[in-house]
């Protein structure tokens, strides 16, 4: 899932007749401070991070005057929140608020099905709602084939005991958020806080958009909204992890999925589910350093393994490669093969002088290990365990370079 900033998120719902307060995006204090000026009201300044409870790090702040908004702004743009650097502020209409509710749409994957969750506490979060005031909270499954119905969402509101205009408006906003998230593929659209206010309007203050990225390609309007592969990632991806998701985009045959360490100084490509966790365990157990984690799988393509492999290496730091799968998965061995063999001699790599140990076992299995080995890279099959290739490898290693140094 790759979630939107928020300005992005209230464009969409805003197109889908979803009431959103202004709100402008500003890269200075300067910025900031021309648009508090010109609109001549009271303003919110929140940081544009793809994480939430900003309000907690103090990246939600309010400003009255053009000077206020450029001092706040100037000291959001020099924080960190929850690993994300700020760049961008959003400049927004400050609301006046008379009742703060809160509405999400997301999937329960238990029951595999859409689940629209309400309350008439808004700003928090719905977790300890849940535990707090169970009786202020309404969850309501919703059958994907006939969609959500305007009654069910007026019956949601009517339950939580919104009446009159209030009832009204909220339950076409239900409705209408319901078809975006549809429409977008969205594993969840959240409005925390939907807010009444004392002019007895119905506005979505404040919006989290999240969209599978595996229907990116059905969404070519989003493009440049959402960073693909940034679901998997609880800080901003690396330039590094940026290029591997292209690589893997660039070919929809087989998966991969490149996470970069701090330090290290093996090149890892693992693949197997739990047999991927069981090799990185397995080399720290015997004192082994991960530069990097690639799971592969599902029969990658030779360009596409290739691809991977010169990516693995180009960490600086690696100095060796270790590349295992689980013996049950279907990965065609000798075309892994041909893509990591491809690629380490384009890179120019000795492997006498920078350890590559594999060890795959499944299909055409006879013919990688030839290829392997007739690029003198040391191959086992499944008459070695996981966790000894990988011992083995973590002592070609200390070998390799006791030797040269």
Known sequence: MGKLLEHHSKRIIKQHNVPVPLNWVASTGQEAAEITKQFGKRVVLKALVPVGKRGKHGAIQFASTAEEAEALTNQLLGMTVRYFPVDQVLVEECLDI??????????????????????????????????????????????????LQPYQAKEIWSDLGLTGKALVQASDILFKLYDVCVNYDCDILEINPLVLTRTGEVVAAASVMGVDDAAASRHPELKGMVEVGGERSWRPLTELEKQMVAVNDADYRGTARYTEMDGGDIGFMCGGGGGSLLCFDALLKHGGSPANYTETGGNPPEEKVYGLTKGILSKP????????????????????????????????????KFPVVVREAGVNDEEGKRIFEAANITYFGDDVTIETAARLMVERMKEVYACQS
């Open 98 to 147: 008379a009742e703060e509710w809160y509405v999400s749409i997301t999937l329960d994957r238990n029951k595999q099905l859409p689940v629209i969750i309400a309350a008439t506490e808004g700003g928090v979060e719905v977790e300890e709602l849940v535990k707090r005031q169970p009786d202020r909270i309404r969850m309501v499954h919703v059958d994907p084939f006939t969609g």
């Open 317 to 352: 730091g690696v100095k060796g490669l270790f590349v295992a799968h689980n013996i049950t998965n279907n990965t065609q061995i000798d075309v892994m093969a041909r893509g990591i063999v491809k690629a380490i001699q384009e890179i120019g790599i000795d492997p006498q």
